[in-house]
């Protein structure tokens, strides 16, 4: 079974630029999260999907955004890009009535110069 | 307030030692759900084990044992035989309610397998 899969693995992007990340679920998983890593503040929690609607927000200015499509893959977009969005962003997919299973992807590397 | 701490930034084992791995959390929930992972420096967020609030015995998986502590409030990692291997980022997270999937994360500790 595959698993978790993010692309691209890196990107470079210049300040003001927008970005679209994406990530494929492990098949049959219905829930598609997404969360920022940065060495200041941590892994945060930027938003969840399930069944192609959002149902859980985190504390993210409305530059970043989301959607997920009928079969479960889940695009993030980052639009006016700061220096500061430069992070690890990580989707975990998880099945239905399956909260005890959240199984990541290798992570898009993004760097805004 | 953190809902997920983590106060060992770092720690050193010797190969095939144990070590364990200190998380305390905070909820007023009744059912939740706590995580560790593994990210070695490539990045990737490793699955390692799960332990519900509901679940009587602590959870292992292989070498990976999770030592919950309902009314202390902590669910700390323990790594038996330590291989060099191990060496890398450890994160304990945790879920809140039955149908919240959001993960909050503490903010890890680094274990380095000395040989």
């Known amino acids: 079974k595959a698993g978790v899969t993010q692309t691209p693995r890196y990107l470079i992007k210049t300040r003001g630029q927008q970005v679209t990340l994406s990530c494929s679920p492990i098949s049959g998983h219905r829930s598609v999260s997404w969360y920022q890593q940065t060495p200041g503040q941590g892994l945060q929690f930027l938003f969840e999907y399930f069944s192609e609607t959002q149902r859980n927000k985190g504390n993210f200015p409305g530059r970043f955004s989301g959607r997920q499509f009928s079969n479960s893959r889940s695009e993030m977009n980052v639009s006016t890009l700061e220096l500061g969005d430069s992070a690890l962003y990580l989707c975990?997919?998880?099945?239905?009535?399956?909260?005890?299973?959240?199984?990541f992807g290798q992570g898009t590397r993004l760097t805004v110069v | 307030a953190q809902k997920i701490t983590q106060t060992q930034p770092g720690m050193f084992v010797q190969e095939k030692e144990a070590v364990t791995l200190d998380c305390t959390y905070d909820t007023s929930d009744q059912s939740y759900g706590l995580f560790w992972y593994k990210q070695p420096s490539s990045g990737e967020m490793i699955f390692l084990i799960y332990?519900?609030?509901?679940?009587?015995q602590n959870a292992t998986e292989g070498r990976y044992s999770l030592n919950f502590q309902k009314a202390r409030k902590s669910a700390n990692l323990v790594i038996s035989a330590s291989q060099l291997g191990d060496s890398a980022m450890y994160f304990c997270?945790?879920?809140?309610?039955?149908?919240?999937?959001?993960?909050?994360f503490g903010a890890g500790t680094t274990v380095t397998v000395r040989a």
């Open positions: 997270a945790m879920r809140e309610g039955s149908n919240d999937y959001k993960l909050s």
């Open positions: 332990q519900g609030s509901y679940d009587e």
């Open positions: 975990a997919s998880s099945p239905v009535g399956g909260a005890e299973k959240a199984f």
